[in-house]
């Protein structure tokens, strides 16, 4: 099948790989341009132009599509059977969405119409969901509105984290969009009640001690490892890399004893890997034994 192949990070390299494996004629990548990156703003590829690179096939990569006539006209020169949209980055304009005779075909990473939008890793994890998975869609102009084709789902548990989420359903996007191709099985309208994940900032992971603890703990492993979660000690940020929630009463954000349990709104937080500004990532027996936090100190 003739498709092109639409996505940006990590989470959509699995896809195009294995479009290209099993032979599938891959007539274009389009990902995100290149950008300044790091502390010498070195220009970087994003992970899919990598990938595509090393494959051998023609990238593209506008800046932007929704009232660019000549890529619309560019895009339906492809002649394309389909389109794999996997967190690409542009809103495809109609013209493009029709182009493809079986359409643009979305790895969405949540189980739709839970958690619509740009984070849903992320999201279903914060919010305490007992499970997750990917979407196969159709696209259509809405923000993930669209009809659905085949889903799969996988848990969530205390330990689950984003990384390791993202990577489950990075793999399990690439096999589903793949019987999607091959099957091309029949799309059922999302049932109503849809949620919204909104994009992340990095403020976003700024632990509030008011919180119950149950939710801080959520938090840390729903934003790992972007945005990341941190907090305040000794005027210096702090992240917290892990951690889990225990029986303790104090006032919010003082610590309750010296090895890293602090009070919550609800409950305690024990941090158990941590990282200092600037400092290596640790456990919290080895940050301790060079930065002592005594009962009563005060996180922000």
């Known amino acids: 099948m003739r498709v092109a192949f639409m996505g940006s990070p990590d989470f959509a390299v699995p896809a195009l790989r294995a479009l290209h494996a099993t032979g599938h004629d891959v007539a274009a990548v389009y990902c ?9 703003h070195l220009v970087h590829r994003c992970p899919v132009h990598v990938a595509a690179d090393a494959l051998g096939i023609a990238v593209r990569t506008p800046a932007r599509l929704r009232h660019d006539t000549a890529a619309h006209a560019a895009f339906a020169a492809l002649d394309l059977d389909a389109a794999v949209v996997a967190a690409y980055g542009l809103i495809l304009p109609k013209p ?29 994890v914060l919010a305490g ?34 990384a390791l989420v993202h990577d489950q359903l990075a793999e399990i996007g690439a096999r589903l969009v793949l019987r999607a191709l091959a099957e091309n099985p029949p ?35 729903a934003f790992d490892p972007w945005p990341g979660t941190f907090t305040t000690l000794d005027g210096t940020t702090l992240k917290v890399l892990a951690a889990h929630p225990e029986t303790g009463e104090g006032e919010p954000g003082a610590a309750l004893d010296d090895s890293l349990l602090i009070a919550c709104g609800t409950g305690a937080l024990r941090l158990t890997r ?19 936090v005594p009962a009563g100190t005060r996180f922000e």
């Open 129 to 162: 969901d007992a499970a997750t998975g990917v979407t196969i869609m159709r696209m259509d102009e809405g923000l993930d509105t669209g009809p659905m084709l085949l889903t799969e789902a996988v848990p969530i548990t205390e330990a689950t984290t984003a």
């Open 187 to 221: 799309a059922v309208p999302q049932p109503p009640g849809a949620t919204y994940a909104p994009k992340l900032s990095r403020e976003d992971g700024r632990i509030d001690w008011a919180k119950p603890a149950e939710a801080l703990a959520r938090q840390v492993r």
């Open 96 to 124: 493009m969405l029709d182009a493809p005779r079986l359409g643009c075909l979305n790895i969405h990473a949540s189980l739709l119409p839970r958690w619509r939008g740009a984070a849903p890793i992320q999201a279903a």
């Open 32 to 40: 995100q341009p290149p950008r300044p990156a790091g502390r010498g």
């Open 274 to 292: 941590v990282q200092r500004a600037g400092g290596a990532a640790m456990d919290a027996a080895a940050f301790l034994r060079g930065h002592a």
